[in-house]
């Protein structure tokens, strides 16, 4: 079993719509979680980073962390074709200096 | 402040050949990790470098290796490479604190013939 796992996509949502994006995760020794998005030809860039389970909200963007469930999610509100993109789940532990684990990321396509 | 870069950023070698990556980290960073992303394994991570130091290193052969100099940039090396090194070469840097973000470059998209 990978350490996390997500699920690829493609994921294909029309213009405006709420988008769901869930990883799940194997090590409780994770405690930090970030979204990041990357665009094709593109690196990865920083979405959302949070630390302790419950909500954080950034604009449209809202990330959710349950680690009694090693659940963790990214809703996109009025999603639009601009967040066309690939959506990679990371997370680090919480001791010592050990790399990003990433998930293998999710395609999003938005339709306008 | 001017981003992460990486050079070059397309490359074409064939099998058995060497090849040299560049990544110049954001002003002030001393830290730089390398990434190797493909569509079956996603993001990988390679070795991570702080202070001319390799301190962190994932489950890569030793053909895979990397420096970092004294004023941060760092360069991986891949020698003898393989069809399978086919890959999107991040790098990454960050201030160096075990939970500081990381800001990645465009990556080098390297292709083995």
């Known amino acids: 079993q990978k350490e996390v796992e997500q699920d690829p996509g493609p994921l294909s949502v029309p213009e405006g719509a709420i988008v769901s994006l869930n990883c799940t995760y194997s090590n409780s020794a994770f405690q930090y979680f970030m979204w990041y998005r990357q665009y094709s030809r593109k690196g990865p860039e920083l979405l959302m980073y949070t630390y302790s389970s419950g909500n954080k909200e950034d604009g449209r963007f809202t990330a959710q962390v349950d680690k009694s469930s090693k659940y963790i999610s990214l809703f996109i509100r009025d999603s639009q074709p601009s967040d066309s993109a690939t959506y990679l789940c990371a997370m680090i532990r919480n001791s010592g200096n050990t790399p990003l684990v990433f998930g293998k990321g999710t395609r999003l396509s938005v339709i306008a | 402040k001017a981003g992460v870069t990486q050079t070059p950023r397309y490359l074409i070698k064939t099998r058995g050949q060497q090849v040299t990556l560049s990544c110049s980290p954001i002003s002030g960073h001393r830290s730089v990790s390398w990434y190797q992303q493909t569509p079956g394994q996603g993001l990988q991570f390679l070795f991570e470098?702080?202070?001319?130091?390799?301190?962190n290193k994932g489950n890569f052969p030793g053909r895979f290796s990397g420096r970092q100099f004294s004023n941060s940039r760092s360069e991986m090396n891949v020698s003898t490479l393989e069809l399978g090194d086919s890959a999107l070469y991040l790098c990454?840097?960050?201030?160096?604190?075990?939970?500081?973000?990381?800001?990645f470059g465009p990556g080098t998209r390297l292709t083995v013939l």
């Open positions: 990454a840097s960050s201030a160096g604190g075990a939970t500081d973000t990381q800001y």
């Open positions: 470098y702080f202070s001319e130091t390799q301190r």
